[in-house]
């Protein structure tokens, strides 16, 4: 079993920066692949980023812009937002699995709460 807690949420001008932090308990995420998804009010969970040992993949909408990094040794992932955007405002949520591909929420078997990014123009 794996609890994860998201942080780092927040108000944020567009062109402005956060950083969100997944906190793992339980088991060590190293094992894992660790994935960032979002959603919008009335939308789907649409994926961000995930990162499988240290190959990352970004949906188009953030590529250049978010960085998903992991720190094994505090049991921790990233998500580095720049160059925020209204339309990155949504609830974020961390999760993390082991098979299938990383685009698909169905793929993962742990999820966090979520935390609140509101980005205004």
């Known amino acids: 079993q794996v609890h994860l807690v998201e942080s780092g949420g927040g108000l944020a001008q567009a062109g402005g920066s956060l950083r969100l932090s997944c906190a793992a308990s339980g088991r060590t995420i190293s094992s894992y692949r660790m994935g960032w998804f979002r959603q919008a009010p009335g939308n789907e969970r649409e994926f961000v980023a995930a990162?499988?040992?240290?190959?990352?993949v970004y949906a188009d909408s953030v590529k250049g812009r978010f960085t998903i990094s992991r720190d094994n040794a505090e049991n921790t992932v990233y998500l580095q937002m720049n160059s925020l955007k209204p339309d990155d405002t949504g609830v974020y949520y961390c999760a993390a699995g082991t098979i299938g591909t990383p685009y698909r929420a169905t793929w993962y078997s742990y999820w966090g709460q979520g935390t609140q990014v509101t980005v205004s123009s």
């Open positions: 990162i499988s040992g240290s190959t990352t």
